[in-house]
């Protein structure tokens, strides 16, 4: 059974930064392009950040420039490193295998404000 576990959610004020750790067993993230989704209440989830399996990312534009997603193969882990946070940003974060998704995990909650 596929499980992923994010963490590193909290309340953080705008200009601040955090880094959502995201664990996957049953496995190997090595193989996938791996993403961080987020959804806001009342909205889809969207995908903001994707590494592939040769490390290179993409972004939706929204993010770009502030957040960084990155990948630890040995441990079989991703993370997202969020900088100069915004209001807008606030959501609940998943990770996910980009092309064969499985179930979602619980997420991490974000949420920036004053």
């Known amino acids: 059974q596929v499980q992923l576990v994010e963490s590193g959610g909290d309340l953080v004020q705008p200009g601040g930064s955090l880094t959502l750790s995201c664990v996957a067993s049953?496995?190997?993230?090595?193989?996938?392009?791996m993403g961080w989704y987020r959804q806001a209440p009342g909205k889809q989830r969207e995908l903001v950040a994707r590494?592939?399996?040769?490390?290179?990312?993409h972004y939706v534009d929204s993010v770009k420039g502030r957040f960084t997603i990155s990948r630890d193969n040995a441990k079989n882990m991703v993370y997202l490193q969020m900088n100069s946070l915004k209001p807008e940003d606030t959501a609940v974060y998943y990770c996910?295998?980009?092309?064969?998704?499985?179930?979602w995990g619980q997420g991490t909650q974000v949420t920036v404000s004053s």
């Open positions: 996910n295998f980009v092309n064969s998704p499985t179930s």
């Open positions: 590494i592939t399996t040769l490390r290179a990312t």
């Open positions: 049953g496995r190997v993230v090595s193989g996938w392009d």
